[in-house]
């Protein structure tokens, strides 16, 4: 934590500590520090104990559903021999086509169990979406920053090449032409070597500049055969863009590169963003078309939601043992991230440690391991600018023939020293250091807080699956027999032309109830 009061615009959040604080135990149930070392077998350990706790979930959650099964496969029974008693009550307790008794107490309860266990799978399904848009936000934002870093980066690389191979060209050039031309005269020739002299001097202080550069030192060899320094030439691209490719069996490259890291993560996040998409879509379909098979009292339809209910059981436990170690490994990262930078071979192998420790403090309080360097080479070039001033003043009139080579000179050396100040500007810590603190609030903010929302929609869709089987065998007795539903056909499929004639009996009822007044009248006009 001491580390982290250097950096500034960023303290570990709330969640980050409470995460970071819980007990880590390993397989033999020993407590361990909570220190974020990732390729460490007793760390994963740990997280492979806080995943294992979904697992006991869902052993609780199939016991709970295994117990209902049974326990209704037991009252169908003893529903089945006191059937004549209960229909009895139910015919007399009921009126019209609703039901009485326990039977419609029975569907009442798994109506309203359905409908809540419903509700809360949609709730938890809005959850999802919320914490899958934070966890996409939290990784675009740190890839982002690791793509603009690694164009830093290759900014800096690039400027490094060019400014060497503008001066070792000007070097095995202009300057060898001048010093055959200058032979006849001392001073000019000794002003001449000075420049060859204080170019080599510029070349092997710049060579050490590169961000890539070996732990045994980096320097450019001067007696180096090729004559060329060991110095990767990358062109620097848009940070829109990936800039580097993935080692071959995705294997994390040694020293660093955030290029590399940036385009894995944006892969990656592509598939886990689209996981979770289908995973949300799977869990709302199968609870609108429960609801549906419940209204329309189809059993098919509920024997293949049943399947895909059990199917996001198992899915949404099993999402839940990954978000919950990747939250606890995150937060261990988050609560110090300067320790594990500095002491992981995969960032210092190729930096040294003040280097990296200037770039991700970015005190005001510490020098820039470049500063001497970079005073030595504003020196050498602010020399040479010196000595070819004099040349021209002095050498030209003597000598015109060394003019072309001496403008190519000076040329080479205005280009040099505008690299030389944008260089001065990007070895600044200001700009890498904002890349670094950028994506660390993009992964422990955002990032975070996405996992959380994504862990507490498994945990209320794998309660909400849970319920669902558990009551849709109740559902399922609720449902007429074929034989009722016969039974039922064969009494509304009566002639319909029937309905609109007197039963016999309504006419007797009416004939000796009643007498038309005018019925004796009737029948002596039909005589007639």
Known sequence: MAAMATVPSYTPSLWVRMCHALPRLDLTMTMRDNLFIPDSWEYQQTLLVLSSLSAIALVLSLLVIISFLIHYCCCRRGDRSEGSEEEEEDEEGSTGHGYGGKKGRGICCVTWVSVAAVTLCCVAIGVGF?????????????????????????????????????LQLSIAGPLTTMEELFTGSKPYLVSTRNCRRLSENVVFLLTSLTMARSSDGGAWNSSNNSGDPPIAALTPVPPSMAPTVAPVGGVMPSPFSPGWAANTLMVNEDYRWLSYVLLLLLDLLVCLFILLGLAKQARWLLILMTVLAWLALFLSWGSLGLETATVVAVSDFCTDPNTFVLNSTHFNSGTSSDVLDYYLTCSRRMNSPFQQLLTQSQRALSSIHTH?????????????????????????LNATEGNFHQLVALLSCRGLNKDYIDSLKGLCYDGMEGL??????????ALAFTAILCSLPGAWRSFPSDSEEYEDSDSESEDPFTSHQYSPSMLTGYGGSQTHPNSAHSRNLYSR
């Open 130 to 166: 919320y914490g899958n848009s934070e966890a996409n936000d939290g990784i675009y934002q740190l890839t982002s920053s690791l793509l603009t870093a690694n164009y830093t980066l290759a900014s800096i690389d690039l400027l490094v090449s060019d400014t060497i191979s503008g």
């Open 452 to 461: 959380l929302y994504l862990s507490l929609y498994s945990f209320l869709s």
């Open 388 to 412: 070819l001033s004099s040349l021209d003043r002095n050498a030209l009139p003597q000598v015109p023939k060394a003019e072309k080579s001496l403008r190519e000179v000076q040329q080479i």
